[in-house]
């Protein structure tokens, strides 16, 4: 079986958009009407997933990383170019799996435009590069624009990605198997906050996706802004699992501190006008839009506990160095 | 030295274009005029280059091989995106060989617009996502659209790729060591028709890059357009060192048919109307265009010598698995 095959087989079917040649020409099409943003993200067996991983899941976590980046800057998918550097020693019949976990995310606006297959004597490496168009007319909303007075909120919960993979290497004894089994899937198939995009477009004034470690993410928007952001650490949503696991801890200012340095997170951190939430919620009634600080004038970003103690967590978050 | 360091240091200042963002935030952001078109492509260490080949040479390798999809389609590259996954036993500090050798592919049109830096236990693994914009109203010129009648060209020299990895695996013992030389430049750093994209754009009919091997690209080209092209072998044209390699050889129509299998050449090969490759030279004067077949009605694509006698060259190209 070679590549050429293997590519019509699989990834052919997925390549439905006018623009993908049906990946039967060198280059993807796109005919742009407007302003575009692009991301890309790559993915390592044993840095970003574990070889035992179903490969499903892989898929369906590249393209929400990447998704992740575009709903984070308001903008709606378009599409994605795939390159799959596949291990000699892997069966290649499990590019079926890969691909039915690409197959999945096209409920999410995921369209294959086209991308390269070749083979590698190393891991499984992915990268994927993801295109969307912004949904407002003020163009993608970037890490910088935030002002002094603005709120700052997340969506979704925060920790699980982080505990998820504390489970998969088996560090989370004193948790249910029901727990370990949902914060397992949290790490394999991080939730992305779907829906909030326009929410975002139209009213937040600066946001980014929290991959890096809320608080390393909350960072970056503060030093991209040149303000210093406030988190009120007791107000940052946790999952019904995440509580049951801070129950566990005897330190809950070390445990919360785990969670706002984990990453792997995938939802979206944003700054806006304490005027705008209200109309936020109201445009992504299915995500769970949480206030947790606000921006002040300074630098850094820092998480208090209710008593004003300082949490202790790291703000240089994930670094691969 | 942490990952953002790296990044900062070496990359940002090759993301000159307002889009870039100076790779400060999590996207890039394009302001699309009209269409574009897309192009990726993966190089893993000890199967697209050696693990000894110079690091500025694998970045300019890396951009050319897409830039040759690009200028096959009649298009002009707008930026691209890159992710890098680095081997942890490699010195971070080898970056910069890296980014010195895509700083140069600057002149060829190259800028950086984004991407993803992160390490891995396996080879150094690369992939890069090209954007670029079609020259002509007509848009992309696609592997389909050459009609019965049309010639078939080709830009520069073919087979220098081939001989050149030859020489690099020790395999070129008859030739000298200047021929040598030359021939391993052209394997790490392909010559590609830059200026030929315009002459595309406008006349041919159908076009993609040499990179499978020219004649399982002329397959390529005669499956999709629905015919088939028949190749004078002779009449390709080699460099100065691919006839010398040619005079040590023992037997002509083998050597021909290792060099029209061989790969890695990245010049343009296209199908034309006759009258229009006089225009065509003429829009591109650097560029050597060379009729080396023809379109007739039937399928397949099939290289004949001078006497009629059919070259055992293999039309299936280079398979990764």
Chains 1, 2 share one sequence.
Request: proline share 6%; aromatic share 4%; charged share 20%.
């Amino acid at each position: 079986v070679n590549e050429f095959d293997l590519i019509a087989a699989h990834l052919a079917p997925l390549a439905e958009s006018p623009g993908a040649l049906g990946l039967k020409d060198d280059v993807a099409f796109l005919q742009a009407r407007g302003d575009l943003v692009l991301t890309a993200d790559a993915m390592v067996e044993g840095v970003h997933f574990l070889p035992d991983d179903p490969l499903d899941t892989v898929a369906r976590k590249l393209v929400r990383v990447n998704l992740s980046d575009l709903i984070a800057k308001g903008a709606a998918p378009v599409g994605g170019l795939l390159t799959l550097s596949w291990p000699r020693d892997r069966p290649t019949s499990d590019i079926a799996d890969f691909a039915r976990g690409l197959a999945a995310e096209r409920e999410n606006g995921f369209a294959l435009l086209g991308g390269d297959t070749v083979s590698t004597p190393g891991p499984l490496t992915l990268s994927l590069t993801m295109i969307g168009q912004p949904l407002s007319k003020r163009g993608p909303i970037l890490r910088s624009g935030a002002k002094a007075g603005d709120l700052v909120a997340v969506t979704g919960v925060i920790g699980d990605g982080a505990l998820g993979l504390m489970a998969r290497l088996g560090r989370l004894a004193a948790v249910s198997r029901e727990d370990i089994a949902a914060l397992e899937h949290a790490y394999r198939i991080p939730d992305v906050p779907i829906g909030v995009e326009h929410a975002v477009a139209m009213h937040a004034s600066a946001s980014l996706d929290v991959s890096d470690g809320l608080l390393a993410d909350a960072a970056h928007l503060a030093r991209c802004s040149g303000l210093r952001i406030e988190i009120d650490a007791d107000a940052v949503p946790l999952s019904p699992a995440g509580k049951r696991w801070m129950a566990t801890t005897s330190d809950r200012s070390d445990a919360l501190a785990q969670l706002l340095a984990g990453g792997d997170d995938y939802q979206t951190l944003f700054a806006a006008p304490a005027a705008r939430i209200d109309a936020m919620r109201a445009l992504a009634p299915g995500v769970a839009i949480t206030v947790i600080g606000h921006c002040v004038p300074g630098e850094g970003a820092v998480a208090r506990r209710a008593d004003g103690a300082l949490l202790a967590a790291p703000t240089a978050g994930w670094s691969h160095f």
